[in-house]
């Protein structure tokens, strides 16, 4: 049997190399990714205890409460709050992975505007409608920030 010709796989390692600035990237999307399924436990179990600070302001059991009957609904489809984390963070780790190998960073920073200013609305929600902050969500808030600072640091540079 012949053995596989690896001068494609070389060639790919080459032209997919990540620098520091793309690997501090790639961590806090994976951040992003394993906080936003660990919400996703807490919201399937409906076990808030390790993210409800006895208060009243800080409660993801409450803030869960109020969204479990207020979805987000768009015709006839309906989906929870915790569910776009699950969409977004994933797939915010794959189109880097794209733009890095294409070298078109630019395209991430109007993607991750789009979750900013959806951030803006769930902060709205938060704290004007719903009256409680999670501190897990306002932590997905936070990557998501850090994010969009990391991808504008490098398309800058």
Known sequence: MKPLDSEPVAE???SFRLDSKRWIFVAVA???VGVTFYQAWEYITQDFS?????????????????AKYHPITVGSLSIAYWQTGVIWFPLTLLLAFVAFRYYS????????MIGN?????????ELHVIGLICLV?????AIN?????????????
Do not use: D, R
């Open 12 to 14: 790919f390692q080459k």
């Open 30 to 32: 994976v951040a992003g």
């Open 117 to 125: 200013i959806f951030t803006i609305y769930l902060w709205f929600l």
């Open 137 to 141: 969500c306002v932590s997905l808030y």
């Open 50 to 66: 390790s993210c409800s600070v006895k208060n009243t302001i800080w409660s993801c059991g409450g803030v869960a409460a109020w």
């Open 105 to 112: 960073e630019l395209y991430l920073i109007p993607f991750l």
């Open 145 to 157: 920030y850090a994010l969009t600072g990391l991808a504008i640091w490098i398309v800058a540079t």
